[in-house]
């Protein structure tokens, strides 16, 4: 039985691929479905599929930040709505994409792959070098990023620049934005605060927390095995979920 997962933040495309995946392939057994890449990267944990169907853009943690997690548990195929520019980094093959809106015939392509590199047991590749390289490339195409926080308390318009800020933290009405010596909460949610972060300093370490990388002193383990992360500049420790774990691996 061949088993494979979907992860894409948006209900319509994912329920037509998965409609799409039934006609094409009746076979194929979908495990499960994902709206976040931490809910993809703990599933392909926990369920061993032989694919994954990833979204290259999901709030927070991306399809190919789950790619680089699992490092080759998996055979990968991505799903995007970015161009051709940025999807020359696939190169000769050696993962498949489809550009959404997915079409059939596309889609049968794809299968018929898969289908090869199962049937030959080949191994699903480590694909680290090439998901960085495509991770540059559409970094390039992203939103404009935030400079500024501001938060409204009391009659006051609380200034945060982005530089000072050591995490966010969220709950389900607001994100809690936190500096070295002052603290506020703002209604917009934590989702929308990423698309203008820089993940490359910006780091989400659990579903409801992001935190700056350099601000980092430490990670430890608890009796429970879970991470604990210790910033410079603040008293408090930031839990880490097992979906981030990956992170804090020693080099």
């Excluded at 909460?185 to 490359?200: I, Q, T």
Aim: include cysteine.
């Amino acid at each position: 039985m061949i088993t494979a997962i979907i992860a894409e933040d948006e209900d319509l495309p994912r329920k037509e691929l998965r409609r799409m995946l039934n006609e094409l392939w009746p076979e194929l057994q979908i495990i499960a479905e994902c709206e976040h890449g931490a809910d993809a990267l703990d599933a392909i944990y926990t369920h061993q599929p032989d694919i994954a169907f990833l979204d290259i853009r999901m709030p927070g943690m991306s399809g190919l930040d789950v790619a680089n997690a699992v490092k080759g548990r998996c055979h990968a195929v991505f799903t995007t709505a970015y161009d051709n520019h940025a999807l020359d980094a696939f190169a000769a093959g050696a993962i498949d994409y489809l550009l959404k809106p997915v079409a059939q015939a596309r889609l049968a392509e794809a299968i018929a792959r898969l289908k090869a590199r199962l049937a030959s047991k080949q191994v699903a590749p480590d694909l680290s070098q090439l998901m960085s390289e495509l991770d540059k490339r559409i970094r390039g195409n992203a939103a404009e990023r935030i400079r500024w926080i501001s938060a409204s308390v009391g009659d006051t318009i609380k200034m945060f620049p982005i530089e000072k800020i050591l995490f966010f933290s969220s709950d389900e009405k607001y994100t809690r934005v936190v500096c070295g010596h002052d603290e506020a909460h703002v209604r917009k949610p934590l989702k929308e605060l990423m698309e203008g972060l820089d993940p490359d300093i910006f780091w989400q370490i659990h579903r409801g927390t992001v935190v700056r990388a350099d601000a980092i002193a430490r990670a430890q383990r608890d009796d429970m095995g879970r991470y604990l992360v210790e910033l410079h500049g603040s008293p408090e420790k930031l839990k880490v979920s097992q979906a981030y774990a990956w992170r804090f691996k020693p080099m």
